[in-house]
């Protein structure tokens, strides 16, 4: 079983990424042929690479999709990451109930040539798996005071722990707990709608999981924080910056925060094409790491 789940997680990148494509490819006319919620555009934001609503790299407080109260909504996505030694694709899919509950999931493969051919490693990619649920509590993000609230969590699980283990981490699983609350001004600043969302998040995460959770140096959990910050330059144009405290768990190699400036295109309530520019630090030793991220998403 252990030897066919990387293979079940290609193959599940290869058919989402047809799907995406054939997305793309469909006339506007018939993709508008049908609604999808009766949420305003971009109000479900994009889906970050953990799987759930939110900008490139940290979760929002909103749902996927358009859905509002007796609406389900619900989003399909790739995204793929380009640093100087590494690459990270994802793909995955979500549902919003009712704008009320939030289930994902997103399958991760990092190609790590640069740190695999040195130490002499087999294999050159490090996979996990995340499955995610959010619930929204209080608040909404355009027509009430307070902002929107939600609680997530993500579970997440390496599918090859060799790689993770030699570099001292604890375990091939763990859980991510966080609290999110995003506000959106329609009046903004001169015109131009802003937003704003935070979010407090307890881990022990290494780069996400795909290293593995805890670790030699500290195998607590620990709280740290994300933020986003997005201007709405129209309707259908938003442009922001995402930041993310990360842990630093491992005596192998240190852990920055990561940092994000996306730019999230919103042609219709069926499609968005997210383009950002990272700087994610030292990774497993490779140090300053940045690069390009590009995400595809479709939306139903």
């Known amino acids: 079983m252990a030897h066919a789940i990387p293979y079940v997680t290609k193959q599940a990148h290869r058919v989402l990424s047809m799907f995406l494509a054939c997305w793309l490819l469909t006339p506007t006319s018939s993709i508008n042929a049908y609604e999808v919620g009766s949420r305003l555009l971009a109000t479900g934001g994009v889906t970050q690479i953990e799987g759930s609503a939110g900008s490139g790299i940290v979760p929002w407080a909103v749902l996927p999709g358009y859905g509002q109260k007796d609406e389900w909504g619900g989003e399909v996505f790739g995204t793929y990451v380009n640093t100087n030694d590494y690459d990270l694709s994802v793909i995955g899919a979500s549902v919003g109930i009712n704008n009320r509950v939030e289930l994902s999931i997103a399958s991760q493969i990092l190609g790590i040539d640069s740190i695999a051919q040195p130490l002499g490693l087999p294999d050159n990619e490090l996979k996990q798996i995340v499955a995610g649920v959010k619930v929204r509590l209080f608040g909404d993000l355009i027509y009430t005071t307070l902002p929107q609230v939600s609680f997530g969590l993500q579970y997440k699980k390496n599918t090859d722990f060799d790689v993770p283990a030699l570099t001292g981490a604890k375990y091939d699983h763990g859980v991510d707990f966080y609290v999110a609350a995003t506000k959106l001004w329609l009046t903004g600043i001169n015109g131009y709608p802003i937003l704003l969302n935070t979010v407090a998040r307890s881990t022990k995460a290494n780069q996400l999981g795909l290293l593995g959770f805890g670790g030699d140096l500290d195998d607590s959990r620990s709280l740290l924080f994300e933020g986003s910050v997005g201007v709405l330059l129209r309707r259908d144009l938003v442009l922001g910056f995402d930041y ?23 042609p219709n309530k069926h499609l968005s ?28």
């Open 273 to 300: 094409i997210t383009g950002a520019w990272t700087e994610l630090g030292d990774i497993a030793g490779k140090k300053n790491q940045s690069g390009f991220y590009i995400s595809l998403e479709g939306s139903f």
């Open 244 to 266: 993310r405290q990360k842990p630093d768990n491992l005596s192998f190699a240190k852990e920055d925060d990561w940092m994000d400036l996306f730019l999230a295109w919103f």
